[in-house]
């Protein structure tokens, strides 16, 4: 297998991140956004999540393979400790551990940044159709995610409704008057 490098998201890769999402939105219901934004949106919304949480990219064999990000859970400052993830494999590139990757690198981000608990808001089907699996809460639970709760027949994309499920991942202690997470353009990578 070709190597994954991990690294930073740069603007520059809104392009082939846009194409990557543009998938997930036109062919899937794993996004209940209906239009794929354009590739000016989506810098749009890099550059405000970059702002303050990290957002890492995969390559594989020289391509961008995936990329993965935090971003705000609530807004509302008792929740500074908490994010909501992302991550989104190209199509082809799916097994590949490349997931699993981008998401070590992103938890390992937040601890530094000071996070305490990862969330993923998924979308879950009653039954398995060709538009949505249960591999992404598969994949979240592999990696130490647990299922807290789930809202029913609460997105319709395709002609169909389907379930959202929350899962949660706790990455830090949780002591009285904690410190307030850092940007993470101010934190310093170990090693």
């Known amino acids: 297998m070709e190597e994954i490098i991990i690294r930073r998201a740069q603007l520059s890769d809104a392009e082939k991140l846009c194409a990557i999402y543009a998938y997930y939105v036109n062919n899937t219901a794993?996004?209940?956004?209906?239009?794929?934004?354009?590739?000016?949106?989506?810098?749009?919304r890099m550059r405000g999540i970059m702002s303050f949480y990290p957002y890492f990219v995969a390559e594989c064999g020289g391509e961008v393979a995936g990329y993965c990000y935090a971003g705000v859970f609530k807004n509302r400052s008792a929740y500074d400790w908490a994010v909501e993830t992302t991550v989104y494999v190209a199509k082809g590139y799916g097994r590949k551990g490349i997931g699993a990757r981008l998401y070590a690198a992103l938890e390992e981000a937040l601890k530094l940044q000071g996070i305490k608990n990862m969330y993923a808001?998924?979308?879950?089907?009653?039954?398995?159709?060709e538009y949505l699996t249960k591999d992404s809460v598969n994949f979240h639970k592999r990696l130490g995610f647990k299922i807290v709760g789930r809202f029913v027949k609460c997105g319709s994309k395709f002609g169909r409704w389907y379930d959202m499920v929350w899962m949660e991942k706790m990455t830090g202690r949780h002591n009285a008057n904690p410190v307030r997470p850092l940007p993470y353009s101010k934190v310093k990578p170990v090693g």
Do not use: G, N, S
């Open 121 to 129: 808001c998924i979308a879950y089907p009653a039954r398995e159709d």
């Open 30 to 44: 794993v996004t209940f956004e209906d239009d794929a934004p354009d590739t000016e949106e989506f810098a749009q």
